[in-house]
């Protein structure tokens, strides 16, 4: 029940800043730029040295170094990344009785009825000193009864450190917080409830919920529980099963290697595509073939999170030719995508490439509008007739299911 839960929100220090610290101490202390090093680059993630000079997220390379001539900056490493997110999320799993993994840096665990055992603050520190000493990298959490609350302290906590909020206080713990701090206030709500005067959490807890929802619809009464702490979702057990996949089974099995790889090819790069549009990233790629015998097989690796095609796509032909070695008709392949979090965004802040940053946005762009098979690359032709069934399975892009195939 609510009244008993115990949910922490743990939240890595400028994380990609971290990890290069980790690998070079030279670092420490000085006004760090992760991103784009090119003149069109941008800033995917900044030291808290830098941000004192006005540098944030998503700031264009250029600008950032006129305010900060002296920041040092450094090109961005999905792979070091990925590393150390994944040995981060094998100590919570580890120490942890129920956990969410939400992002690349971000975690939510479930402490509920530990303080029978062991005081819930205490074992969660527990859990943040064992990250720092055994992986090295800073972590900040909050702890309260729900996630908003605890996501929001978290903020509140950092850099490196912790927060605790009591229930019966998250009220007035959140009143004179900026609306800024509520999750899914973006810049555009931010301006809309600027215009309504409203600037602190405070004011949108005495304002009438229907006035809210006239004005933002379902989510101005998401917004209205979140300002007055009120958050009753669940954590959700994280698995690294988590997974969008597609398939295909032939009318007549068949050897034709050339349309093989043309399907497989686009049936990948749909499934980039779907990955982009959700916001999320892949840390494994599995493809799968089944014969005319109906003997199955499959193969899968490893890979630094991604969502881009010219990353992903060479992987998955690279194992469907490891993996078809019988020469035996086929009847069916499938390409799965697992090990999902969310996280597209940032990754592809460290690409200098500008043209193919716009060339998956109008590529995009124009799948959103004209549909997922509207365009595609010319190796995926072959597969035009493919099925546009939806490799969610009929269920939002958002809400990723569990599958395996």
Known sequence: MEHNR???HMDLDTFFVSC??????RLNGKPILIGGTSARGVVASCSYEARKFGIHSAMPMRMAKERCPEAIIIKGNSATYSKYSKLVTEVVAANAPLFEKTSIDEFYVDLSGMDRFYGCMQYAQEIRKKILQE???PISFGLSNNKTVSKIATGEAKPNNALQVNKGIERSFLAPLSVKKIPLVGMKTFQQLCGLGVRQIGTLQEMPVALMEDTFGKLGRVI???ANGIDNSPVIPYSERKSISTERTFDR???DI???KSILFAMAENLTYQLRRAGKICGCITVKIRYSDFQTKSL????PYSCSDHEILPVALELFEKLYDRRVLIRLIG???SDLVSGSQQLQLFEDNEHLNKLYTAMDFIRERYGDRSVMRAMGMQAKTISRSNPFNGEPPLLLANRRI
Not at 20 to 25: G, I, K, T, W, Y
Not at 300 to 303: E, L
């Open 258 to 260: 050339s349309k093989l």
């Open 253 to 255: 099995d068949t050897t």
């Open 135 to 137: 992986i090295g990298l």
């Open 6 to 8: 115990a949910i922490v």
């Open 335 to 337: 390409v799965r995508f």
């Open 300 to 303: 899968q690796r490893k890979i």
């Open 224 to 226: 209205w529980l979140k």
């Open 20 to 25: 290069e610290r980790l690998l070079d101490s």
